[in-house]
């Protein structure tokens, strides 16, 4: 029996690094999972597929989270495939380096539906399913880039600031109806990083840290599995820094 036993979670941008740890995560402690991601079906299959194989329950969906419509079908088949929705996981994000003086108004939009827009979407989906069940909990993934500054990532730190106050906001009006609401925010994380996310910045590699390291994705998911469990319903409208004292608060 585990702590999570009989709850069900959606996790965006769940197809590798973060997200599938997270994912993984929730799922040894019993939750069911909706594994989601938005373009690799064999990438959100084959987590769901390590989760099945570990005797759990989880599906694979592709969607955009920036798309209502897309949003809307995957948390139907979470309540009809599962019977309910009890955690929610905004993880889905677009790295970009782009400098501000070349970016343009659509890059700047595409990367704030993602990570933002996203998150209000999912979120607005889900809540009303969480209700009925007494309450639930809302983690999403913000950054260390909007707290150090960083060059050529304006558009992801603002989407970051943004996502904060997003879930500051939902703490407290849904927390009289028993949700939690947090961000979990990490530093240099040891994750494959795609080609659009370009080199690690010098203020986030290891000889700037504290800790002399990377982070590693358990170690992110391992804060994001005590808020969403038992243990964390107590803390809501946090930001929680996991970064090696890269940035204290």
């Given at each position: ?155 992801v730190s603002a989407s970051k600031s943004g996502l904060e106050g997003l879930i500051r906001a939902l703490a407290v009006e849904l927390g009289p109806q028993g949700i939690t609401a ?68």
């Amino acid at each position: 029996m585990g702590a999570l036993d009989g709850k069900v979670a959606i996790v965006s941008g769940a197809g590798k690094n973060i997200g599938r740890e997270i994912a993984l995560t929730l799922a040894r402690d019993g939750a069911t999972v909706v594994v989601n991601g938005r373009g690799d079906q064999a990438a959100v299959d084959a987590v769901a597929g390590e989760i099945e194989a570990m005797g759990g329950r989880a599906v694979g969906h592709l969607a955009n989270v920036a798309d209502e419509a897309a949003v809307g079908a995957m948390v139907d088949r979470a309540v009809d495939t599962f019977g309910g929705i009890d955690i929610v996981v905004s993880n889905a994000g677009l790295r970009r380096q782009t400098p501000f003086l070349e970016m343009g108004y659509a890059e700047w939009r595409e990367i704030l539906s993602v990570a933002l827009d996203g998150a209000f979407l999912l979120s607005r989906a889900c809540v009303p399913h969480m209700l009925p069940r007494g309450g639930g909990a809302i983690v999403a993934l913000s950054g260390i880039s909007n707290r150090i500054g960083t060059p050529n990532r304006c558009h992801v730190s603002a989407s970051k600031s943004g996502l904060e106050g997003l879930i500051r906001a939902l703490a407290v009006e849904l927390g009289p109806q028993g949700i939690t609401a947090n961000c979990v925010s990490p530093g240099a994380i040891d994750t494959v990083r795609g080609a659009a996310a370009g080199q690690m910045p010098s203020t986030m590699r290891e000889d700037g840290v504290p800790a002399r390291r990377k982070g590693t994705t358990g170690e992110i998911a391992a804060m994001v599995h005590h808020l969403v469990g038992p243990n964390g319903r107590f803390i809501t409208g946090q930001t929680i820094h996991v970064n090696g004292g890269a940035y204290l608060t």
